[in-house]
C-alpha cells in the first residue's frame, strides 16, 4: 500500500515561492508517475504538474508553465512554486499512477494514491 504525505504549504506574497514536498512510503512508489493536483473549494481538483518514474520526463497545465517545477528524488516528490499569484491558492495534492502507463494524465480518475493535501494561500 502506497502512502503519501504532503508538506511545505503555508501564507506567502503574490510573487514569492514556495516548496511543496510528498513522501511516500511502500516499495513500489519509485515505479509509480506522480503528480500534483490542486482544488479550490467548490471546485473541480485541478491538473498541476506530473513526472514519470524515472524522473526523466515532465508535464505542467499552462497556468504554471515556467513558474513550478515538479521534480523527484528516491522517495519524495517536490514541486518548486515561483511568482505566486493569488489564484494559485487552493489546497495542493500529490498522486500516484501505478499503472505505469503514460506520465502526462492530467484526469484525477487516473490516479489511485492520494496525499492529504496542504494549504497554500497567496496574498494579494
Known amino acids: 500500500q502506497v502512502q503519501l504525505v504532503e508538506s511545505g504549504g503555508g501564507l506567502v506574497q503574490t510573487g514569492g515561492s514556495l516548496r511543496l514536498s510528498c513522501a511516500g512510503s511502500?516499495?513500489?512508489?519509485?515505479?509509480?508517475?506522480l503528480a500534483w493536483f490542486r482544488q479550490v473549494s467548490g471546485k473541480e481538483r485541478e491538473f498541476v504538474a506530473s513526472?514519470?518514474?524515472?524522473?526523466?520526463r515532465t508535464y505542467y497545465a499552462d497556468s504554471v508553465k515556467g513558474r513550478f517545477t515538479i521534480s523527484r528524488e528516491n522517495s519524495k516528490m517536490y514541486l518548486q512554486m515561483t511568482s505566486l499569484k493569488p489564484e494559485d491558492t487552493a489546497v495542493y495534492y500529490c498522486?500516484?499512477?501505478?499503472?505505469?502507463?503514460?506520465?502526462?494524465?492530467?484526469?484525477?480518475?487516473?490516479?489511485?494514491?492520494w496525499g492529504q493535501g496542504v494549504q497554500v494561500t497567496v496574498s494579494s
Open positions: 498522486a500516484a499512477d501505478p499503472s505505469g502507463t503514460y506520465f502526462f494524465r492530467t484526469a484525477p480518475s487516473d490516479y489511485v494514491h
Open positions: 511502500g516499495r513500489t512508489f519509485s515505479n509509480y508517475n
Open positions: 513526472i514519470r518514474w524515472s524522473a526523466d
